[in-house]
Nanobody, 119 residues
Framework: QVQLVESGGGLVQPGGSLRLSCATSGFTFRDFAMSWYRQAPGKERELVATVSGGGGSTRYADSVKGRFTISRDNAKNTVYLQMNSLKPEDTAVYYC????????????WGQGTQVTVSS
């Protein structure tokens, strides 16, 4: 059974930091590119960051470059998102996504974790 379980969300003041984690099971983790998406109220879900199966390649949305860092630990089947210098516009539900690098139809989602940036 495939599971992606996010954790680490919460309320933080502007300029603060949070670290999200996504623990996975039920699939061959290294065969999947891992991504973080987010969805703010009234907006479409957007891609935040992606890391390749081996962890050597990363991509970021322009809005988070230089502030967020995505990483993965293939020994723990877990992906992380370190978020620094948080802004109110980063407020959203953050979702973990796994997409098979060979067969993109194998595409899995977590349940999401709320991040709220407010003073």
């Amino acid at each position: 059974q495939v599971q992606l379980v996010e954790s680490g969300g919460g309320l933080v003041q502007p300029g603060g930091s949070l670290r999200l984690s996504c623990a996975t099971s039920g699939f061959t983790f290294r065969d999947f590119a891992m991504s973080w998406y987010r969805q703010a109220p009234g907006k479409e879900r957007e891609l935040v960051a992606t890391v390749s199966g081996g962890g050597g390649s990363t991509r970021y949305a322009d809005s988070v470059k230089g502030r967020f860092t995505i990483s993965r630990d293939n020994a723990k089947n877990t992906v992380y998102l370190q978020m620094n210098s948080l802004k109110p516009e980063d407020t959203a539900v953050y979702y973990c996504n796994a997409r098979n690098v060979y067969y993109s139809t194998y595409n899995y989602w977590g349940q999401g974790t709320q991040v709220t940036v407010s003073s």
